[in-house]
């Protein structure tokens, strides 16, 4: 992963609406070293405590892909061997 990452903030689905009391989290968002510079085939991974979430930075509006640390952990493994 690189280390140059990006902030990522959103609202907390238990934020009000209202725009009264609301949280923010962020996450940062890590482009593989094997993605190429040049914007073509680009993967982002941002790990949390329970989750690991992977998003194809060319389209981050679609809906990435969240995985438990361990299923993560076995798809390296998994990459690697291949």
């Known amino acids: 992963m690189s280390l140059n990452s990006e902030l990522v903030w959103?609202?907390?689905s238990y934020s009000?609406?209202?725009g009264g009391e609301c949280i923010?989290?962020?996450m940062a968002?890590?482009?593989s070293s094997?993605?190429?510079e040049e914007g073509?085939?680009?993967v982002e991974v941002a790990d949390c405590p329970n989750a690991v979430h992977v998003r194809d930075s060319k389209n981050v509006a679609r809906p990435g892909l969240a995985l438990?640390?361990?299923a993560w952990t076995a798809f390296i493994k998994f990459a690697r061997e291949v």
């Open 10 to 12: 959103f609202k907390s």
């Open 16 to 18: 009000s609406g209202g």
């Open 24 to 26: 923010e989290v962020a």
């Open 29 to 31: 968002w890590h482009r």
């Open 34 to 36: 094997y993605s190429s």
């Open 40 to 42: 073509g085939e680009c």
């Open 68 to 70: 438990a640390p361990k």
